[in-house]
Nanobody, 120 residues
Framework: VQLQASGGGLVQAGDSLRLSCAASGLTFSNYGMGWFRQAPGKEREYVAAISWSGNSENYADSVKDRFTISRDNAKNTVYLQMSSLKPDDTAVYYC??????????????WGQGTLVTVSS
C-alpha cells in the first residue's frame, strides 16, 4: 500500500493550497480517508476525515470552515483544499487510510507527508 501526498509548499497567510493524496495497492473506495498534521515540536493532530463514499465529512475545530476534504474514488485520490491559511497551519500534512473517524488509531496506512509552510 502506498499513499503519496503532494501539493505542499510555502505560501503567505490568507492564501489557499490544495493537497492531494494518491493511493495505490488497496481498494481505495473501501476506506475512510483522513488528513493529519504535525507542526514542529508538537504532536500529530487530526485535521479532517471523509467516509469511503464521500457522504460524510468531519473537521477539527481549528480548520472548520477553512478546509474542505474531498475524494475521487475513480482516481484513488483524496484532497484537502485549504483556504485562509494561517501561520499556525504550518506543519507536515499526512494522509491516512482506514476507518472513518478522527482518531489516528483508526487508520492503518499512512503517507509520507507533505510540508506546508505559511508565512505571516
Amino acid at each position: 500500500v502506498q499513499l503519496q501526498a503532494s501539493g505542499g509548499g510555502l505560501v503567505q497567510a490568507g492564501d489557499s493550497l490544495r493537497l492531494s493524496c494518491a493511493a495505490s495497492g488497496l481498494t481505495f473506495s473501501n476506506y475512510g480517508m483522513g488528513w493529519f498534521r504535525q507542526a514542529p515540536g508538537k504532536e500529530r493532530e487530526y485535521v479532517a476525515a471523509i467516509s469511503w463514499s464521500g457522504n460524510s465529512e468531519n473537521y477539527a475545530d481549528s480548520v472548520k470552515d477553512r478546509f474542505t476534504i474531498s475524494r475521487d474514488n475513480a482516481k484513488n485520490t483524496v484532497y484537502l483544499q485549504m483556504s485562509s491559511l494561517k501561520p499556525d497551519d504550518t506543519a507536515v500534512y499526512y494522509c491516512a487510510a482506514g476507518t472513518y473517524g478522527s482518531s489516528s488509531s483508526l487508520y492503518h496506512y499512512w503517507g509520507q507527508g507533505t510540508l506546508v509552510t505559511v508565512s505571516s
